[in-house]
């Protein structure tokens, strides 16, 4: 592996560059902090500004941006927990690292950022939702959860649990910091250490720990514009989708009116005796007040929207405190200027935009995701913005630079950190590639590819029909100004005047393609 000047932290304290510093002084490379949520929607940061996030603001994450840079174009390639974790741990492409669906394909062969750290000598640690079917790989110390991971009480495995999956009693986004700040403490402190903290909240089905189960309870949320979207200009794929909050978001287990179900044991069995009682308390009256309103329609779906929001919004409520007291750790033991700091999630959400929840499409809400860095930076500007187009693939080149490690040839992403005093390289991309693959599948979104550039986003729409499907094969484009109509909401694709740019992104998806040696499409 070919090495660079690490970035030292004093270089950055000095304010001057954001390079690499060549003086011979005690000096460490800086530590590296990566939180990633899952299915965590920038609609709900509040640095984000979405009118969401107003009415339920996230102080500590927005601290970050405060005190470093926001992201506003930041993408992952393929909308999905696995593969994203994927592209984190490689800097590589779906197709490359192998991860292309939910539940299989990682090729184990190829190398993740955890062993590159790792060989130059920093201390890797990797906590909470873990999700790909191989061991952690390249970790010093790991503390996984099962899976998806539970809410309450869930199992992690670690390194001396033999394998074992332990039960632990309490919230899983509590845990989850507990056994970050272990790793902190145990941790030898001459060395950099590289510290992977992955929340298993606020995914579904978005279950609230106890005592935030009466937040925003009197809160309205306000509607996306795009609630109602009927999907008109769109391909076939846009109205075959299951993920309607309409139809696919359960009252049961999804929206917890456990007065409803056969069975409470597979929502609520996990909960110990004081842990029932605390929801039983949180939930019941409201249920039993939904119950006797009796909805319908319109309405129904309403109240669904208004439910599935306040236990998100609780469910983040919970990872904020926790940023909070990472954050407190850190600034206690002095690590503050020493350490960079990463909040993102694994893909962006949909709130209810487009009648949706869940992820997988190339449309804005879960082609991006929220991406905010905190850097110690000394004099240069903090509060910043960035609008260059960034993609989860560029983490592991970004921390490899940090370490002072020039990235594998092999590996795709580019680093971030030229871009952190908020300008923009003249040579930076100036597009991006998309590729989802895990159709037939829940939610049953067709397979698709697409490029976006600054304004214009083309996407490929490919594929046998399954399930319900059946029969129905897809090649289908859709073309979207982001400019003209941020919603994406008129597919412009074969309109009259459109021939130019329509070719420009074809050429460029055909190159990406041909590059990249994509497989399907
Ligand atoms: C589960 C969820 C889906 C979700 C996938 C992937 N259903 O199957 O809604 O799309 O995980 O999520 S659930 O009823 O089991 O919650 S991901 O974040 O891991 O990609
Ligand atoms: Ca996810």
New binding site residues.
């Given amino acids: 592996m070919k090495s660079k000047q690490p970035l030292f932290y004093t270089a950055m304290l000095t304010g001057i560059s954001l390079t690499a510093c060549h003086q011979e002084e005690d000096r460490k490379p800086l530590n590296i902090v990566h939180i990633m949520t899952?299915?965590h929607s920038f609609q709900t940061i509040s640095a984000y500004g979405h009118p969401i996030s107003q009415l339920a603001p996230t102080p500590n994450i927005d601290r970050l941006a405060a005190e470093g840079i926001l992201f506003r174009k930041a993408f992952v390639e393929n909308s999905?927990?696995t593969p994203s974790r994927a592209c984190l741990m490689t800097g590589l492409y779906s197709h490359q690292n192998g991860q292309r669906q939910?539940g299989k394909g990682i090729d184990t062969t190829k190398t993740f950022i955890s062993e590159l750290l790792h060989e130059q000598g920093y201390q890797t640690a990797v906590i909470g939702k873990w999700?790909m079917q191989c061991e952690p790989k390249g970790f010093d110390f790991y503390h996984v959860l099962y899976d998806?991971g539970d809410y309450y009480n869930p199992e992690f495995k670690s390194k001396n649990s033999n394998g074992k999956y332990i039960r632990e009693e309490g919230y899983a986004t509590r845990l989850t910091t507990d056994h970050a700040i272990e790793f902190l403490e145990t941790r030898d402190p001459n060395k950099p250490f590289s510290l992977f903290v992955h929340h298993k909240a606020p995914?579904?089905?978005w279950m609230p720990e106890g005592k935030y189960l009466d937040l925003y309870e009197d809160v309205e949320f306000p509607y996306p514009e795009t609630f109602n979207d009927d999907y008109s200009t769109r391909c076939a794929a846009a109205r075959s989708q299951e993920m309607t909050i309409a139809d696919e978001m359960n009252l049961t287990v999804d929206l917890k009116v456990t007065e409803l179900a056969d069975n409470v044991e597979p929502i609520l069995g996990r909960l110990t005796p004081e842990q029932r009682a605390a929801w039983d308390k949180g939930y019941s009256e409201k249920n039993k007040r939904f119950i006797a309103q009796n909805l319908k329609g319109e309405e129904l779906v309403k109240w669904k929207y208004q439910r599935y929001l306040k236990d998100y919004l609780r469910c983040i409520k919970t990872i904020d405190d926790e940023v909070g007291r990472l954050i407190d750790y850190l600034e206690k033991e002095g690590l503050m200027e020493n350490t960079i700091i990463v909040y993102t999630s694994?893909q962006g959400f949909y709130m209810g935009e487009h009648g949706w929840f869940?992820k997988r499409f190339m449309y804005e809400e879960s082609f991006r995701t929220p991406l905010i860095i905190r850097y110690p930076a000394g004099d240069v500007k903090r509060g910043i913005e960035s609008t260059a187009m960034v993609q989860n693939i560029d983490y592991a080149p970004t921390y490899l630079d940090v370490a002072g490690v020039q990235k594998p040839e092999s590996m795709s992403g580019t680093s971030l950190l030229p871009l952190l005093d908020g300008k923009t390289p003249a040579d930076w991309r100036e597009y991006l590639y998309y590729h989802y693959y895990d159709y037939p599948a829940?939610?049953q979104v067709r397979r698709h590819d697409g490029v976006r550039d600054s304004r214009y986003k083309l996407i490929h729409f490919y594929g046998e029909g399954f399930g319900k499907d059946k029969g129905i094969d897809i090649d289908c484009n859709e073309l979207y100004d982001l400019q003209n109509d941020p919603n994406e909401l008129n597919n412009l694709y074969g309109l009259e005047g459109l021939k130019e740019i329509t070719e420009r992104l074809q050429k460029r998806l055909d190159k990406y393609r041909a590059d990249l040696k994509v497989d399907e499409f």
Avoid: I
Wanted: a negative charge; hydrophobic letters at 20%.
């Fill in positions: 899952d299915d999905l927990s939910l999700h998806q995914h579904r089905n694994d869940d829940v939610h």
